[in-house]
DNA sequence: ATTAATAGTTGACTTTGTCAACTATTTTAA
DNA sequence: TTAAAATAGTTGACAAAGTCAACTATTAAT
C-alpha cells in the first residue's frame, strides 16, 4: 500500500476534525462539556443505562463520571434507580428536566447542521450522505484492529 | 431537505468521532497533549510561523500558547527569532531535536493508519479515499458558512 | 503626538480529567 | 458454605488543560 493512501487519510481525519470542532463549538459555549452532553445523549436514547455501561461506552473516568453525575442530580436532570437485582447498579435517567435540556441542545445541533445541508445541491447531498455510509460500512470492520 | 438527512449526518459524526478519538489514543499516551502535537505539526510543516499565526489557526488562547511554548523551548524542541521588521513579532521553529521529536510521533501515526488500511482490498481502499475526497470537496465550499 | 491596535507574557483562576484507595455488594470456586 | 476475586460506585488528592484579564512593549492610524 502506497504512502499517499495513509497521506490521504490522515488529510482527511485533520480535516474531519476541524468540521466536528465547529460543530462543537455550540456546545462548548452552552454550559456543558462535550462530556457532559454526550452523557446526556447516551441517557436520552438509551434504556436502562448504568454507570459502568457509560464508563465503557465513553470511556470515562469512573470518578469524573460519579462527579458529573451527582452535579446533574443537584439540577435535576438525571434520576438514579438502585437495581433490585444487583444492588450495587444504580440505572440512570433523565428526569423530564433533563429531557427538555438535552432536547434544546440536540435541536441547536440540528439547526446548525440543517444550516449546513440546505446550500447543497440535491446531488451533493447525495453524495455527501452516500459517501458517509461508504466511509462508515468499510472502517466499521477495522475498529477492532486499532 | 429531510430530517433523515440530519441526522444521518449527525450519525456519520459520531462514527467519525469516534474513529478520530481512537487514532489521538496514541498521542495522548505520548508524552504530549493534542495541542502540543499539533503545535509541533504546524511548525513542522509551515514556515516564518509566529504565535500568533497558531493563535489563529489553532484557536487557542495566547496565555496558554504562550506557555507551551515556554515549556517546549525548555526541552530545546523550540526557538524563537525576533522578527527585525516589527520587533514584537517572534518566529518559531522546530530545532533539530524539535524535528526528530515529531517525526517520531508522525511515524507512529502513519504506522497506525497503515496498519487499519492494510486490511482493506484494493477496491475498498480505493472506495475509501474517494469518499473521503468527495466529502472534503463537498463540504470546504460549506466551511464558511458554519 | 496621541490614541488605538497588535504581539506576546504573566498571574490567578476554573474546568476537566486521572489515579488510587475505599465501601458495599455479588460472583466464583475450593 | 465460605474465603477470595470481581464488580459498581464514591471519595480525596492531585495534575493537566484551558480561560480571563491585566500587563509590557512595540507598531500603526489619525
Redesign the interface.
Known amino acids: 500500500?502506497e504512502?499517499k493512501?495513509?497521506k490521504?487519510?490522515?488529510?482527511?481525519?485533520r480535516?474531519?476534525?476541524s468540521?466536528?470542532g465547529?460543530?462543537d463549538e455550540h456546545f462548548l459555549n452552552s454550559n456543558y462539556s462535550l462530556a457532559e452532553v454526550r452523557i446526556m445523549f447516551e441517557l436520552y436514547y438509551g434504556k436502562n443505562i448504568t454507570a459502568s455501561d457509560l464508563i465503557r461506552t465513553m470511556?470515562i473516568d469512573k470518578g469524573y463520571l460519579s462527579r458529573v453525575i451527582r452535579q446533574f442530580e443537584k439540577k435535576k436532570f438525571i434520576k438514579r434507580e438502585r437495581s433490585s437485582e444487583d444492588t450495587r447498579v444504580i440505572f440512570l435517567s433523565l428526569t423530564h428536566e433533563g429531557k427538555k435540556e438535552f432536547q434544546l441542545l440536540d435541536k441547536t445541533?440540528?439547526d446548525?447542521?440543517?444550516?449546513?445541508?440546505?446550500?447543497?445541491s440535491e446531488k451533493?447531498?447525495t453524495?455527501?450522505?452516500?459517501?458517509?455510509?461508504?466511509?462508515?460500512k468499510?472502517?466499521t470492520?477495522?475498529?477492532i484492529?486499532?
Not at 490521504?8 to 481525519?13: G, I, K, P, Q, V
Not at 453524495?127 to 462508515?136: A, D, G
Request: no cysteine; charged share 20%; proline share 0%.
Open positions: 500500500m504512502n493512501s495513509i490521504e487519510f490522515r488529510t482527511f481525519n480535516f474531519y476534525t468540521i466536528i465547529l460543530l470511556s445541533q440540528d446548525q447542521v440543517r444550516s449546513i445541508l440546505k446550500n447543497l451533493d447531498l453524495r455527501l450522505l452516500t459517501s458517509m455510509t461508504e466511509i462508515k468499510i472502517l470492520q477495522q475498529l484492529s486499532i
